[in-house]
């Protein structure tokens, strides 16, 4: 499966932004999807994940972002809301078949997010 990351860019503090995550190659509708997000000197963290009709939030993001799916265009979605400056990273979308094996990557979509 092939992951397309879209929809990144520049929002002052309090604003939105939605992210796409277009899949190919693969049908993901009944496979884990998530969101990850590695700022500048930081290491990689979870922001959100999908499955099974079950939802996570990393607190920091908890009440602001929400990910969904689009399984008509096998697409996953994060919609960000009330956006802070500490929201700044590169955001990955990632896909594994069930929670026993290895996420796929897409490349990165970069959201500045500006005080």
């Known amino acids: 499966v092939q992951l397309q990351a879209s929809g990144g860019g520049l929002v002052q503090a309090g604003g939105s932004l939605s992210l796409s995550c277009a899949a190919s190659?693969?049908?993901?509708?009944?496979?884990?999807v998530g969101w990850f997000r590695q700022a500048p000197g930081k290491e990689r963290e979870f922001v959100t994940s999908?499955?099974?009709?079950?939802?996570s939030y990393a607190d920091s993001v908890k009440g602001r972002f929400t990910i969904s799916r689009d399984n008509a265009k096998n697409t996953v979605h994060l919609q960000m809301n009330t956006l802070k400056p500490e929201d700044t990273a590169v955001y990955y979308c990632?896909?594994?078949?069930?929670?026993?094996?290895?996420?796929?990557w897409g490349q990165g979509t970069q959201v500045t997010v500006s005080s």
């Open positions: 190659g693969r049908t993901i509708s009944t496979w884990v």
């Open positions: 990632a896909v594994r078949y069930n929670l026993r094996t290895e996420w796929i």
């Open positions: 999908s499955w099974s009709g079950r939802k």
